[in-house]
């Protein structure tokens, strides 16, 4: 089994900053992408960014140049660093990884429980 434990969230002002971090444990051989979903009340989960191995990364639109996502494979962890954060950024934050563990053939998707990041104005 793969566990996914993401900390980091909380409440911040317009402007403010924070930094998730989601830590992979488990029977892990590799881990192919790891990324971070959102979700707001009434919406659906939605790509925040993504980034696969070697290091190629994907953001959605509304978060470009504000917020930043690396991993450290050495620990199997992926972080996003969240910059000028606005009220529309408010969500559940989920972290998401594609893994292949020890005894499979295949890379299958693992989620996170997801950290709550509240935005004030």
């Known amino acids: 089994q793969v566990q996914l434990v993401e900390s980091g969230g909380g409440l911040v002002q317009a402007g403010g900053s924070l930094r998730l971090s989601c830590a992979a444990s488990?029977?892990?051989?590799?881990?192919?992408?790891m990324g971070w979903y959102r979700q707001a009340p009434g919406n659906q989960r939605e790509l925040v960014a993504a980034v696969i191995s070697g290091g190629s990364t994907n953001y959605a639109d509304s978060v470009k140049g504000r917020f930043t996502i690396s991993r450290d494979d050495a620990k199997n962890t992926v972080y996003l660093q969240m910059n000028s954060l606005k009220p529309e950024d408010t969500a559940v934050y989920y972290c998401?990884?594609?893994?292949?563990?020890?005894?499979?053939?295949?890379?299958?998707?693992?989620w996170g429980q997801g950290t709550q990041v509240t935005v004030s104005s």
């Open positions: 998401n990884a594609n893994v292949k563990q020890y005894y499979s053939t295949t890379y299958g998707w693992n």
């Open positions: 488990g029977s892990i051989v590799s881990i192919n992408a």
